[in-house]
């Protein structure tokens, strides 16, 4: 019942190819299958077999010159999750082979056939402008909603003022449910009794249970549901049921499932003051210990983050989505090692964020997560610097999420010691070569896989590392070089 984009999407909105055929000064017409799917990007490729360069969700494009047998290719295609083909007669074929166009029609795969004074290259410049005017109305909705619940946060009665904000924004209907999967508060248009029952169920999977999923999303009564668990501790959750789910339509439940924890929270004013006052005390460079009985008993789990997907309110989505309203976006990454400088707002940025110790932290889509290991509150200055390692580390080896390891060699080495030496060790190289070189470690020398990871030729890798060698002076074939090199590229 739960659901995730794929971890292949981009950050851009995807694009009807209705709105690319739409297009008057491409040309381009439909030959076959249906026109409204959704296009993720352009891929061009006259290979046979085009499988296994396919990631799912692409407009292929082609002129067939290998086009051999028009059946199997579109049953490769179809089997990679290509969105759409697109074939461009001359030079190779006049026309559009009859074979093809019966193929993709017998598999339900959109078939466009792009005219001879139409460039491929036009074609993709076209969707990526669609793509950027998608993203730009979609910032623009997600800003205006953040706004409309903002204000309704502030008004007499917050609660049923958010979630009339949120079904006003979304076209439908938000259902706060209690921990028993009672309906308390309700706002929006009314929805057929089948899709209250599925809201009430889909809400029933999330519940007050420690390390339960954050958020839950199925479908029922012909609506598009989605489920949200809030931060306050009592076990409640948001529901919300609409006829489609849009872009931004995450991201502003994300900011509503913020506003409704803190508004609902238990035992909010006094405790939390003192708490929030606390915070800003050891923030000021008070010793832990002496405001350790306000901050709370502990143990505490601090998390380290970058990604999102670029809008300005991506950092209180994975707040909610981690259950604590406790999140720094200040825009500078702290601990051992850490660096500044990055603008908040932007994806670069590094979030952080304050949990309760038996809260379990999973891997976030879009996101990169370090996790420290859980410590009482005089032990906060050292689990922040544990989850700013614990962030790098998941950069360097391209994992969603790096908890921190307690022990090993690279925690008895000064983080600053250590990205001295690497700097010093790492400056005959180029960022290319070394990004090249740390890449090339992490897949154990391969040279294929490192050329597939970095889009680039096995020559160019082969000539890339052989450059790292020389202008090192180092055997890497010796794991005692290769040992020492990764350690430098993941602390520099």
Do not use: K
């Not at 609660?159 to 999967?181: I, K, Y």
């Not at 169920?201 to 668990?229: I, K, Q, T, W």
């Not at 020398?445 to 990871?453: E, I, L, M, Q, Y």
């Amino acid at each position: 019942m739960t659901s995730a984009e794929p971890a292949a999407t981009p950050p851009a909105p995807p694009v009807s190819l209705t709105a690319l055929l739409a297009r008057r000064d491409l040309g381009l017409r439909l030959l076959a299958g249906p026109e409204d799917v959704s296009i993720h990007w352009v891929h061009t490729s006259e290979m046979a077999d085009p499988y296994p360069y396919l990631l799912g969700g692409e407009l292929l494009m082609t002129a067939g010159v290998q086009l051999a047998d028009p059946a199997h290719y579109v049953a490769r295609v179809v089997e990679a999750g290509a969105a759409a083909l697109a074939f461009g007669v001359t030079p190779v074929y006049d026309t559009v082979p009859a074979e093809l166009v019966e193929a993709c029609a017998r598999h339900g795969l959109p078939l466009v056939e792009v005219p001879p004074r139409t460039p491929f290259t036009a074609v993709a410049r076209a969707l990526w402008r669609l793509m950027a005017e998608a993203r730009l109305h979609e910032l623009r909705r997600v800003t205006e909603a953040q706004q409309s619940l903002a204000a309704a946060a502030a008004r007499p009665a917050p609660v049923p003022a958010v979630l009339g904000a949120l079904a006003s924004r979304l076209g439908g209907r938000a259902v706060l449910f209690g921990a028993d999967g009672t309906p308390s508060v309700a706002a929006g248009r009314e929805v057929p009794a089948e899709a209250t029952r599925a809201l009430r169920d889909l809400a029933g999977v999330l519940g007050p249970r420690p390390g339960g999923p954050a958020s839950a999303s199925g479908d029922g009564g012909g609506l598009r549901l989605a489920a949200y668990a809030l931060g306050g501790g009592d076990g409640l959750t948001l529901g919300v049921a609409t006829e489609r789910r849009g872009p931004g339509d995450h991201t502003i439940a994300g900011v509503a499932v913020v506003l409704l924890s803190l508004l609902t929270a238990p035992h909010r004013g006094a405790d939390a003051t003192a708490r929030d006052g606390a915070l800003v005390r050891l923030l000021l460079g008070t010793a832990p210990a002496e405001i350790a009985g306000t901050l709370g008993p502990g143990p505490w789990t601090v998390v380290h983050a970058r990604g999102g997907d670029g809008t300005p309110f991506a950092a209180a989505g994975l707040a909610a989505a981690l259950g604590t309203a406790l999140v720094d976006t200040g825009g500078t990454e702290t601990g051992a090692g850490g660096r500044g400088g990055v603008a908040p707002g932007t994806p670069g940025q590094t979030v952080r964020l304050l949990l309760p110790a038996p809260s379990s932290v999973a891997a976030q889509s879009g996101w990169t997560l370090g996790v420290s290991a859980p410590v009482d509150a005089d032990g906060l200055a050292a689990a922040d610097a544990q989850a700013a390692r614990a962030l790098r580390r998941a950069e360097a080896t391209g994992a969603d999420l790096v908890r921190h390891r307690p022990g090993g060699l690279a925690a008895l080495v000064d983080p600053d010691e250590a990205t001295a030496h690497a700097r010093a060790l790492l400056a005959p190289l180029s960022e290319p070569l070394a990004e090249t070189l740390r890449v090339w470690l992490s897949l154990h020398g391969g040279w294929d896989r490192t050329a597939a990871a970095m889009d680039i030729h096995r020559n160019t890798v082969r000539q890339r590392i052989t450059r790292c060698a020389a202008l090192l002076d180092r055997d890497l074939d010796d794991p005692d070089v290769r040992m020492e090199l990764w350690f430098a590229l993941t602390s520099r």
